[in-house]
């Protein structure tokens, strides 16, 4: 079975912009889950989709936005890009994200805003 | 909120000798899961527990989860250069579709 798989993987945007990361889950899963990862804060969750819902969100302002596609695979969306967004953001995916399921993590995409 | 804290930020050993990180969290988890990221990588799931007392092995490895379920360990015996990388706990709170918290992680460097 093919893992999670994110795309892009490297991406330089400025300040301002806007920017779209794609994370495809393993064939099946049906719960995909956003997290940010910084030096400073660590891996931070933003959000969870499931069926094309988001079911749980973390503290991150509304700048960062996501969506489901019935395929299961998501988006992630960050508007007005901040220094501070600079991150490795990884998705997860689970079979349908219940309390004791394993997460799949993909690569990440490494994003830097200039 | 929910926190996860995570001890040692930073742990140097000399291959051989035995490494150890503890997470703890201030209220009850229901489960608890360990991952391993490896220098420019991503986090890879090594194990949950989710059993007030349970301890688990995988071969080095041992991990376990304080009776009260607010506490949880990871010890690796005999390190190797191999175990280099950033262990992170990460605890689940209440209900089936609770987010995962995750611990700041701890950085284990092994020097031959």
């Known amino acids: 079975k093919a893992g999670v798989t994110q795309t892009p993987r490297y991406l330089i945007k400025t300040r301002g912009q806007q920017v779209t990361l794609s994370c495809s889950p393993i064939?099946?899963?049906?719960?995909v889950s956003w997290y940010q990862q910084t030096p400073g804060q660590g891996l931070q969750f933003l959000f969870e989709?499931?069926?094309?819902?988001?079911?749980n969100k973390g503290n991150f302002p509304g700048r960062f936005s996501g969506r489901q596609f019935s395929n299961s695979r998501s988006e992630m969306n960050v508007s007005t890009l901040e220094l501070g967004d600079s991150a490795l953001y990884l998705c997860?995916?689970?079979?349908?994200?219940?309390?004791?399921?394993?997460?799949?993590f993909g690569p990440g995409t490494r994003l830097l805003v200039l | 909120g929910q926190q996860v804290m995570q001890i040692p930020q930073y742990q140097h050993v000399q291959e051989g000798e035995d490494f150890t990180t503890y997470c703890n969290s201030s209220?009850?988890?229901?489960?608890i899961q360990w991952y391993k990221q490896r220098p420019g990588g991503h986090p890879v799931f090594l194990i949950q527990?989710?059993?007030?007392?349970e301890v688990k092995k995988q071969k080095r490895l041992t991990f376990q989860f304080g009776e009260a379920k607010k506490n949880s360990s990871l010890h690796i015996t005999a390190t190797q250069t191999t175990d280099v990388g950033t262990y992170f706990c990460?605890?689940?709170?209440?209900?089936?579709?609770?987010?995962?918290?995750f611990g700041k992680g701890t950085k284990l460097s092994v020097k031959p």
């Open positions: 997860a995916s689970s079979l349908s994200g219940r309390n004791q399921e394993t997460q799949y």
């Open positions: 064939s099946g899963h049906r719960s």
């Open positions: 989709y499931f069926s094309e819902t988001q079911r």
């Open positions: 209220t009850t988890l229901s489960n």
């Open positions: 527990l989710v059993k007030s007392g």
């Open positions: 990460a605890g689940r709170y209440g209900g089936s579709q609770g987010n995962l918290i």
